[in-house]
């Protein structure tokens, strides 16, 4: 037995024994699974002691192993775990990653009831008495107790993320601003224009210079940005974005570099598809999901207008880089012509009820084109909700002017029609007082703001997203959605396992009140749209691969209206996610129970 296995084999010594003992992989398939339906009778029969707690996760992980060594996924997902479990048994070892042993430790551990899951990081320093024995008023107090322990250990990590409206934060950011337009040559009025700022995005190797007068930026960093500048990559940060990073690289502003400075792997694998990028990275089929040119359509009621296709800054992690262009260009419009026929294409459909105005980021567009589309799409009677998407609000709140306000104001008329706003805000530290401002005045003139958060590397710590949806609610925004990132091969540095977007969900957004954690976690499936992670009958897990990948299906949000394929998804493992966070000096431990997420 090679050593690598031996906790893998200490975990569940009779499933090694059943493998040794098989001379086939098909007889160790019906072994196995006779195992696991006896061990399943045997519990649920109690004739074993099993607290209800780790019983539920002897059963989730009971219905995983038997998905693992079904014909069906094998067939389906192209991959036999178990011959990789009968090789290593028979012969010692067999030609898997260590993270593939790792997921059938835990595996093994959840059949046979000894997970590490409890007690819990949050439970440190903490007894959690037996309420059963108290009654009245001494229980209540008693449980109270216990839960302003809880409450205190959730505020030990929110401490580790603090938002830019934070006096010591705000002071800071002055003086960012300040060394940004002495290094730009400018003035406190141009700070205030956001014309300024579209103008001198940070785009080229000119812009690059200042940007290095007025942050540091690391030598990877700044390899990156070169290398996507020089072959023309989309790149682009605005002064404002830039102010919101800490002079030198620290913790507080990772996600936020992270966000628009690229790794040199994106880059890199941008560049070998510069030709065919629009085909390889359009990961969500756009391109058979458009129906005429603009237009978008992957729901009954609802449908997406892209006036645009650029933005003010270039987010690393968008879903569209296959179609963004250069920065700030306004000249990236699709024709007017192409937009009339847009509008009478959603006038022509009147199942469509809510339209999504994004792009790239509409509010690259000046305030007289804005004023003429909403203007066309007021006209549209069956178009009860107009949505315009912008991440301007964390880039460009400056954008927010009266002027633009005035023109949302016209069209907006509770009862016949809404105007809404939906954003990208990643992190608490994105915050600050001009983003604050830009969302109270869009709250006096009675316009919702919704945040869609994209779940990366970068923002996946312990409650960093719980602190988010705080700072959020603080100014007026509204949690929407949690989108765990893509399966795309050149997002792969900012992926972050499905198993840790379910644990958040439950051990972290749980804890706070049902008004803050209004976000619901989601995947977008190609072609089709958005699952509803959290309930496991819209997806199963399917197979682990040799590298120790999950493999999911992702059942259609239409499955039981008509029979529609489910859509395979290849994960990154668990594994190297934590060993990411272990670079990032996390203590691997406070995510122990992510190997019981499925």
Known sequence: MAKRWKKCWQAAPDVYLLLRESNSIDVSRQKILNYLNATEMAFRNDFYELSYAQFILFKNALVVLKNLFSKRYERIANNSPLEYLWKAACKGDSEVADDFIDEFEHLFRGIKGQTRVYPSHLMEGSVSPDFEKYKGREAAVRRSDFLDGLGKQVDRYLRRYPNGLRPDI????????????NAFGASEKDWKDYKWHFKNTVRDQKG?????????????EERAIQRAIEHEIPFAVTPHYL??????????DYTVRKQVFPSIDYVETMISHKNDRSITFDFMREHDTSPIDGITRRYAKVCILKPVDTCPQICVYCQRNWEITSPCMELHAISRKNIDKAVKWLDNHNQIMDLL??????LIMNNHLIDDLLGKLAEIEHLRSIRIASRSLVSVPQRFD????DIFSKYHEPGRRTIYVVTHFEHPYELCYETAEAANQLRKRGFMIYNQQVFTFANSRRFETVALRIALKDIGVDPYYAFNMKGKSELSDYS????RILQERKEEARLLPGIFRTDEPVFNVPFLGKNHMRAWQDHELISILPGGQRVYALHPWEKNIREVDSYIYTDVSIR?????LIERGEDIEDYRSIWYYY
Do not use: C, F, W
Not at 211 to 219: F, R
Not at 247 to 252: F, H, L
Not at 402 to 405: D, F, S, V
């Open 576 to 580: 190297s996610y934590l060993e990411k």
């Open 208 to 220: 690059l210079e200042k940007l290095k007068k007025a942050v540091k930026i690391t030598d990877k």
């Open 170 to 181: 705000e002071k800071k950011r002055e003086e960012n601003k300040k060394r940004i337009l």
């Open 243 to 252: 102010h919101l990073m800490d002079q030198e690289p620290s913790n507080y």
């Open 402 to 405: 009266e002027e633009l306000l």
């Open 496 to 499: 972050v396992p499905v198993a």
């Open 357 to 362: 105005v994004t792009g790239g980021d509409p």
